[in-house]
Nanobody, 116 residues
Framework: QVQLVESGGGLVEPGGSLTLSCATS????????VGWYRQAPGKQRELVAL???????NYADSVKGRFTGSRDNTKNTVALQMDSLKPEDTAVYYC??????????WGQGTQVTVSS
């Protein structure tokens, strides 16, 4: 059974930083594409970072230069370092995994709120 469990969300002031973590189990991690999506109230879920490997990460234009996605293939974990946070980054952030067959898995989500 594939499980993805996020942690690290919370409330942060504009300009601040936050790191999200995702612990995975039940999958052959090295063969999966992993990443992060987010969904703000009233909006569709959108891609934040798709991590093929730590040298090949695709970012949404809105987070380029501020967010860094990474994976640890020895610990089967995924991380998202978020710097220079803006109020428009407020959303529920979801950990994501996809295998070569196209099967997709999601975590339960963690809330990130950027507000003064």
């Amino acid at each position: 059974q594939v499980q993805l469990v996020e942690s690290g969300g919370g409330l942060v002031e504009p300009g601040g930083s936050l790191t999200l973590s995702c612990a995975t189990s039940g999958l052959m991690f090295n063969f999966y594409t992993v990443g992060w999506y987010r969904q703000a109230p009233g909006k569709q879920r959108e891609l934040v970072a798709l991590i093929i490997n730590n040298r090949n990460v695709n970012y949404a234009d809105s987070v380029k230069g501020r967010f860094t996605g990474s994976r640890d293939n020895t610990k089967n974990t995924v991380a998202l370092q978020m710097d220079s946070l803006k109020p428009e980054d407020t959303a529920v952030y979801y950990c994501y995994a996809r295998n070569p067959n196209g099967d997709e898995y999601w975590g339960q989500g963690t809330q990130v709120t950027v507000s003064s």
